[in-house]
């Protein structure tokens, strides 16, 4: 806009000048044509384009002002950030996602009044997506870290957890305390719980997208261990599991699980009041039992 008043006010001046010039000098013939200047017209691109930019920050500043329960309830949709990670978010026969959290989360937007949509991220980036907006919040089994807490507004911790090692069975008897992990190389999920413990016993470890692709590189025999979440390990790892020559051994910690929202959100109050009644309600414990994670889930209250 700034742009467009700066063309009209030239044509004035142009126009005021012509006008007190007597329109032409002593020289031009009386019926010969005025010269005229062209005027310059700013194109509907230029204008949208400048209008846009003139609008983008305020509308940004009015949606970081909002409420985020608002925010939510406007657009009619909480998305959630995920990773493929059983038994807490992962596909069922039908390609839909399922699990605890995932079930929960869908209770969640119901009581909300929302639908619910999930979105699989690069858990590194899970605080870059989250501020970015991408997604309304982190619900994956997700450790309440410091760096966690002090990056996101957090909800109560719901579950409790802790990071084991995984290793080929045949190899078990062999790693049955962390003096016998030195020589390992360890594959973890980059910007996990995992890979802090890792990192602060100074193992070496190959940081890989997902827990499940940790297992993987196991598997495969392309990393000798891997550290991934008690309850996963409980859910994939196993007889009668997917990775039946897989075992676990070491406990490296013990944690609590809890869901992540932008720094300074309502919608982890909303969500701890949300955990009271159906903990209450006995629908966490029946949604638990469904995963075989009822052991693990915190009281609310």
Known sequence: MKKLMAVMLAGVMTAAMVTGCGGGNADTPADAPAET???VEETPAETDADEDAETAPEEAE??????????????????????DFEPMDYKGEDGNWIGFDADMAGAFAESLGVSVEFVEIDWDNKIMELDGRTIDCVWNG???TDEVKSAMECSNAYCNNAQIVIVPADKAEQYQDVDSLSDLNFAVEAGSAGEEQVDALGLA????????DALMEVAAGTSDAAV???????AMVGEGTGYADLTYTVGLNSEEYGV???KGSDLAAALNEFFVTSYQDGSMLAAAETYGVQAAVIEQK
């Open 37 to 39: 200047e062209t005027p």
């Open 62 to 83: 009015a949606a970081s002002d909002e409420s985020d329960l608002a925010y939510v309830k406007d657009k009619g949709t909480l998305v959630v950030g995920i990773t």
């Open 142 to 144: 997700m450790t309440l």
């Open 205 to 212: 470890f190959t940081p890989v997208k997902a827990q499940s």
């Open 228 to 234: 991934i979440d008690s309850l996963m390990a409980a």
């Open 260 to 262: 992540g929202f932008r």
